[in-house]
């Protein structure tokens, strides 16, 4: 932290507390698709390959966004920045809403992509600023819950809730998601304020172009490389698993309400992972810790075929806790090796690299489903992709590197 008053220590709570709020939206707005897949497609024409792609959308835009907001985040204002975001967000829920056809709807998530950078790639640096080393690991578990919060309602309550109380239009339904989005920026806006800075501080925040050279300088450590090809990987896991897991449990004879309610469940114990594990895990066991989460995520994608009643809800149970209890291990392995002064550039390259995997994998699996005529060859492919990232977290030095 640039400043250690009383007031700054507890106003990093507040801080927090907003940025929270932010990555929620993030969740109820990302998640607003995937249980209203069914009438969405219906009414727009899509199959699952054409849905693939649009779920897939937001991640394309998002590749090209992340390493620019980045630097803006390291630059500018994160009051301002993160508030573009969230506006940005809202406004993509809002055309969700009033999308005529497959090019509308397409469109519409791809504006999510715009505003994302500034919230996932925001709230790690808001930790960084705000927080001292020995706290980021229970902030950064703290804030993660939020999108699996917002999902988990979103999953639970669309079709449960949503649907009938809107006599079963879905548009109705996004709207008013949107609407969480927008009201979370006025929230925002109130409450956000940016830690103080000198008159060289200011200066040199202004300057962009040397915050872009950060960038090669970050690639150019192998560490860092290994990294990014990991976090593709866990991405297009996350994210295949994330948007067609109400469909994989409707084709195993469940009503959409209940597939949701289940679809929920990975994401409200991968919420418990992300805020427990990242305190206990000390940093000489991240890749340990790795390892194990991503053996188990492989063995629970092959059960989630074949398991049925208790044994899959035990399945999605621990789903949850490996595929996303692993995510913080990583940002906070990145985050030891380049410091906190570089945290906006490495986390911009985290979600660059990380949604190519994010494009690919909804749409994988959605062509895979479309092509094999159900998710199994396309699970199987998950399973294998897991294995090969926990031997690949094996070989990674988590000593600090200075950069050049």
Request: glycine share 10%.
């Amino acid at each position: 932290m640039r400043e250690c008053s009383q007031t700054n220590i507890r106003y990093r709570w507040v801080m927090l507390a907003g940025v929270w709020l932010a990555y929620f939206s993030f969740g109820v707005v990302q998640g607003g698709i995937p249980p209203l897949i069914g009438p969405v497609s219906e009414d727009l024409g899509l199959n699952r390959s054409t849905m693939g792609t649009v779920l897939g959308a937001w991640p394309l835009i998002y590749i090209l966004t992340a390493i620019p907001a980045g630097a803006l985040l390291d630059r500018f204002s994160l009051k301002f920045t993160i508030m573009a975001g969230i506006l940005f967000i809202g406004l993509s829920g809002l055309l969700r809403a009033v999308a005529v056809d497959y090019k509308t709807i397409l469109f519409a998530v791809m504006v999510f992509g715009i505003g994302g950078p500034f919230i996932s790639i925001g709230a790690p640096k808001l930790i960084s600023t705000w927080f001292s080393e020995s706290d980021r690991g229970r902030a950064m578990g703290i804030y993660l819950t939020a999108p699996a919060i917002g999902r988990i309602l979103v999953l639970s309550a669309t079709n449960s809730l949503l649907m009938p109380l809107f006599n079963n239009s879905w548009r109705l339904a996004l709207l008013t998601l949107s609407g969480v989005a927008f009201a979370t920026s006025v929230i925002w806006i109130l409450i956000a304020r940016d830690l103080k800075t000198s008159n060289s501080e200011a200066g040199e925040k202004k300057d962009l172009l040397s915050s872009m050279k950060t960038f090669p300088d970050l690639v150019r450590i192998r560490e860092v490389r290994l990294i990014l090809i990991i976090v593709l990987g866990m991405f297009l896991f996350n994210h295949a698993t994330n948007n067609w897991l109400p469909e994989i449990l409707i084709e195993k004879d469940m009503g959409s309400s209940k597939a949701g309610l289940l679809a929920a469940i990975p994401v409200a114990t991968g919420a418990i992972g992300s805020v427990i594990i990242p305190q206990i895990a000390k940093p000489q066991s991240h890749k340990a810790i790795m390892f194990s989460l991503f053996s188990v995520a492989a063995a629970c994608t092959i059960c989630l075929i074949y398991f049925e009643n208790s044994l899959l809800m035990g399945t999605l149970i621990l789903l949850g806790i490996s595929s996303r209890g692993v995510m913080p291990i990583i940002m906070l392995t990145l985050i030891s090796l380049v410091g906190s002064e570089k945290t906006g550039a490495a986390g911009g390259l985290y979600f660059t690299a990380g949604e190519v995997g994010g494009v690919m994998g909804p749409i994988l699996l959605g062509v895979s489903a479309d092509l094999f005529s159900g998710f199994t060859p396309g699970l199987i492919f998950l399973s294998g992709l897991c294995v090969v990232l926990s031997f690949g977290s094996t070989i990674i030095n988590t000593k600090k590197t200075t950069l050049g």
